[in-house]
Antibody
Framework: QLRLQESGPGLVKPSETLSLTCTVS??????????WGWFRQPPGKGLEWIAH???????YHNPSLKSRVTLLADTSNSQFSLRLTSVTAADTAVYYC??????????????WGQGTLVTVSS | SYVLTQPPAVSVAPGKTASIACGGN??????VHWYQQKPGQAPVLVIY???DRPSGIPERFSGSKSGNTATLTISRVEAGDEADYYC???????????FGGGTKLTVL
């Protein structure tokens, strides 16, 4: 059964870089042919797509975040990661990772990780 | 940028039918997916490709589209259906994923 688990610091200082990792179990990232995505949800607000990527590096980004976002895949360790630079309080949110199922340009996200809260504060 | 519009809240009595709308320009040509999110939990897919149900999702959940609106319908609503519901599409004109703002379903 495919499972995803986010991990990373729960507190990041303003202007610094947020780094999160999603560990995938139950399927091989390198051979499965899936895209893998990142999302976030500020407290009390809705879902926001950040980006998703294929294991080879092909990626699609939310234009509002693209200049600050880097996605990396480490298929040997079944992990993919998110880096968000120059964070502010507005980046405080629960961050989720998920698998894209179906076509890269029409598919859905399932399953999702449990999410991890990242607070930006000094 | 593409916008999906959902009502902020919908209320329904137990046993009745809830309909949650998701409006978007030319949504008829996009594939619409729906997620359920209960407090403190991750989203869970309940409908994909407009009206298909993942395994484990009750038949009470269904999806449809008409004109510029997609609709999630929950029949015979139960207390356990109380949650936030989000629609999602891929905006083919910009190659971006878009979520609706979410609808809070309250079971009276």
């Amino acid at each position: 059964q495919l499972r995803l688990q986010e991990s990373g610091p729960g507190l990041v200082k303003p202007s610094e870089t947020l780094s999160l990792t999603c560990t995938v179990s139950g399927v091989s990232m390198s051979t499965s042919g899936y895209f893998w995505g990142w999302f976030r949800q500020p407290p009390g607000k809705g879902l926001e797509w950040i980006a998703h990527m294929y294991s080879t590096g092909t990626s699609y980004h939310n234009p509002s975040l693209k200049s600050r976002v880097t996605l990396l895949a480490d298929t040997s360790n079944s992990q993919f990661s998110l880096r968000l630079t120059s964070v502010t309080a507005a980046d405080t949110a629960v961050y989720y990772c998920a698998r894209l199922y179906g076509d890269y340009n029409s598919g859905w996200f399932d399953p999702w990780g449990q999410g991890t809260l990242v607070t930006v504060s000094s | 940028s593409y916008v999906l519009t959902q009502p902020p809240a919908v209320s329904v009595a137990p046993g009745k039918t809830a309909s949650i709308a998701c409006g978007g320009n030319n949504i008829g040509i996009e594939s619409v997916h729906w997620y359920q999110q209960k407090p403190g939990q991750a989203p869970v897919l309940v409908i994909y490709y407009d009206n298909d149900r993942p395994s484990g999702i009750p038949e009470r959940f269904s999806g449809s589209k008409s004109g510029n609106t997609a609709t999630l319908t929950i029949s015979r609503v139960e207390a356990g259906d109380e949650a936030d519901y989000y629609c999602q599409v891929w905006d083919s004109s910009s190659d971006h994923v878009v979520f609706g703002g979410g609808t809070k379903l309250t079971v009276l």
